[in-house]
């Protein structure tokens, strides 16, 4: 078993602390009904059905003008990307800095509890992937966390000291992980990254207990499998489909949401003749037997790098006079989406982005490819870039307005084709930016959450990779690249407040929560996370 060393500091913050701030355990029934809770933010995406919407409104429309700075926490590694999705549980919040460290801190006043990290080997193959870690879940009094080189782990959430290690898979090979876990009753469930490279994905569970690992589905099938004729006559050199978001779960149903990575290699499709199923895909399993349900494929054949793992938002809403359960995703490709989370059938679709790629999408929500959008030796430029119209970061949804909130980015690219293999680092080719700074901008939309009509957007300098978050405060906050937190009227995108911190690479999800009677917000931004409240 690897050695992992970690580190308790300020003791003496704990023994002066109030007693509802030593770390309380986390019941599965509490993950079921967080939105009773608002002032905890229990795990990433804020419920089970990613919506990112906080029942908070100490801080609104009226007031948010007035927020200041409470608190700032710097990180002992002092590098970004900071991709981070605080939990909150009782007053104590875990955050994951890079490389893969987590440490929980005092929410109150961002003071360090305890602080644990792996002793990652000296060679770490991260192609392709973010050098970071975007959060960890929370059950019980443990929390539980990946690491850079492929583990899961589960740490005493009062000491940190770890409880249990599991090495998910090979990092020689490829395989990596960054995402944060979902925990449900008795599970952990966790994805994996390395598409780019020649891993094959999956999706796995692990006992929450002991780390043994209760079943795996595969992303992309085996020779023989159901699917693996969308791969052409010979799956030998192809591979991918990686998993590195974090799914959604909806309770009743007993469905878990996950989303796939785009095949690899990714810009050369010549060897991999077909839809390349289950690749850029969202898959709906049942979590009990760990086993594919349904699926939806967003953008079959992908030979533009347009990964489909975009967290599922899961909502309630009447379509044509009927009541659907729903899902909606704002997808790499420049398309929303709409699906029937109970049978995974496509009730509409239209682009959020600029889009040059597909005249839009047939009846069963299948792309029409245009002619001559593939990548040639010479580069061919399309809309979206290889970044997508959207990214990894998370979008809103506020039951108030019955609208989705999304980072949009505005951005085209040259794709370039190159050998159609699979090898570190060779992608089958890649892409390049030829237009002008000024041709590209990002913003934050606000859509029609069952139809994904535009109801107004606010305009950032860069397209940005930041997530949204929105309360029933009435606001939408968000962070540009650039490092300014803003805050913006859930009804029109009026820009109401904002605060610069100064650092680039804003891209962790911003969260709400409550102690003592005190609302904060927190977001990371450059090489801190900066905490906000009213005077």
Partial sequence: MKTFLYALVFVASLLTAPAQLFAQGVSYEQLLHADTAPQDWLMYGGNYQSQRFSRLTQINRENVHSLKPAWIYQPSHPLPPFE????????????????????????????????????LPDKIYTIGVHRSNRGVAVLGNTVYAETLDAHLVALDATTGAVRWDTHVADNNQGYAMTAAPRVLDGKVIVGI??????????????????????????TIPAPGEPGSETWGKDMSGTSGGGTWGTGSYDPELNLLYWTTGNPAPQYNGSNREGDNLYSNSILAIDPDA??????????????????????????????????????????????YYVLDRVTGEFVTGVPFVKQTWAKGLDAKGRPIVLPNTEPTPEGNLVFPDGHGGTNWSSPSYSPQTKLF????????????????????PSFGGGGRNGLPADESYGAIRALEVTTGKLKWEYRMLAPAETSTLATAGGLVFAVSDEGNFFALDAANGKLLWQFTVGGTSAESNPITYEVDGKQYLIGAAGNCFVAFSLP
């Fill in 84 to 119: 981070s999705s605080a939990v909150v549980a009782s007053g104590i919040m875990y955050v994951t800095e890079p490389l893969s460290t987590v440490t929980a801190l005092d929410a109150r006043l961002g003071t360090k509890i305890w602080s644990w990290s792996p002793k």
């Fill in 193 to 218: 990254s390395g598409g780019d490279v020649g891993i094959r994905g999956f999706v796995d569970a692990y006992d929450a207990k002991t780390g043994k690992r209760l079943w795996r589905v595969w």
């Fill in 290 to 335: 760990g086993k594919m349900k349904w699926y939806f494929q967003f953008t079959p054949h992908d030979t533009h790098d347009w990964d489909a793992i975009q967290v599922p938002v899961l909502f309630d809403e009447t379509v044509d006079g009927k009541p659907r359960k729903l899902l909606a995703l704002a997808n790499r490709n420049g398309f």
């Fill in 405 to 424: 909130y999304v980072s949009a980015r505005e951005v085209g690219s040259y794709f370039v084709k190159g050998e159609p293999k699979v090898d570190f």
